[in-house]
């Protein structure tokens, strides 16, 4: 992922990378048109109309049971390297965290501060450091109740950084970042807003309206906002507790299969690059590490070198 990949890509080289498809650990090329991510969700639509009939159903019926499963308290393998194993979705506490003033409450989602802010095409900000300011600030000037949870995978970096926003920004109403997403949902939020994140899906499956600040893996579809300038956004957050939209379900659950479960499907390989006791959950999450092309992969064992020779041989026959 990184500036080798750019390079390379934007010199026609064809780049690949190891990912978990929750059966196998696999090589995939990175898609050429974005050359560092390689679920091609700019192409979701027309992947989708691609399949049969009876096929569309099948995958449809994938997608509502993974969302459903994702806000019950499910980690799958689209999160689990984020939250590290651990959900959002939990059944919350006995405390009530939203306050009852009469007035629209709407959530903001914050990133890692230290994540790539420009995994996917383009994005309204510079980085998360800056969204965050922007949108806080911005939301300080309107008569809404904004609430602010922080990443809940967040590195030791990010915890002075939240802190300096408490700061900057008293009108915000800070909530932990363990605090369950389902009690924010049943006691009443009117609005979403998010850089790119899963939620984007998660809240729009749940009925919430989200505002993305970046191109995102639910680009194509209309069951989230995706304001395209700084004017537009703009216009968002001013009327934040006001926004409606039409989320078309059938479009949801054909999203949720593109996104969560097509890119983890079996491949149909013939070799399997690591044996089956190894293909864990946490090899899952850390699918491009290097310990693991290190412990697993390339190992200076002759039956290692057979196999991952065998598994590369294969995959080259097939590739193009």
């Known amino acids: 992922y990184g500036i080798p990949a750019y390079v390379a890509g934007s010199m026609g080289i064809p780049v690949f990378t190891f990912t978990n498809t929750g059966e196998n650990f696999v090589v995939v090329e990175l898609d050429k048109a974005i050359n560092y991510y390689y679920i091609p969700y700019h192409r979701f639509r027309e992947i989708f109309q691609s ?27 689209e999160i689990a390297f984020m939250r590290r194993g651990t959900s959002g979705y939990l059944r919350g506490g006995q405390n009530r965290l939203l306050q009852e003033t009469g007035r629209p409450r709407i959530l903001v989602m914050l990133s890692c501060f230290f994540d790539a802010p420009h995994i996917y095409r383009w994005m309204l900000f510079p980085d998360h450091w800056s969204w965050a300011n922007y949108i806080l600030e911005k939301a300080s000037d309107t008569p809404f109740d904004w609430y602010v949870k922080p990443h809940p995978a967040m590195l030791e970096g990010d915890f002075p950084l939240v802190e300096e926003l408490k700061r900057k920004f008293p009108k915000m109403h800070f909530l932990d970042r363990s605090v369950s997403n389902r009690q924010i949902v ?76 097509y890119p983890y499907e079996y491949r149909g390989k013939n070799v399997q690059l690591l044996p089956t006791e190894t293909l864990s959950f946490r090899i899952g999450a850390d699918a491009n590490e290097s310990w693991v092309f290190d412990q697993y992969i390339l190992g200076e064992t002759e039956e290692k070198r057979k196999k991952a020779e065998a598994y590369f041989t294969d995959f080259f026959s097939r590739y193009r």
């Open 51 to 77: 399949l049969p009939e009876e096929e569309k159903v099948r995958c449809r019926a994938l997608g509502q049971e993974a969302l459903e499963q994702r806000v019950q308290g499910k980690v799958d393998l």
């Open 186 to 261: 049943e006691e009443g939020v009117n609005a979403l807003f998010t850089p790119y994140g899963t939620a984007g899906h998660e809240f729009a499956h749940l009925g919430i309206p989200v505002v993305n600040a970046a191109d995102n893996t639910r680009i194509n579809y209309s069951f989230n906002f995706h304001p395209k300038t700084l004017e537009e956004y703009d216009r968002f957050i001013q009327n934040a507790g006001n926004l409606k939209i039409e989320i078309n379900r059938e479009e949801l659950a054909e999203f949720a299969y593109l996104n969560s479960v």
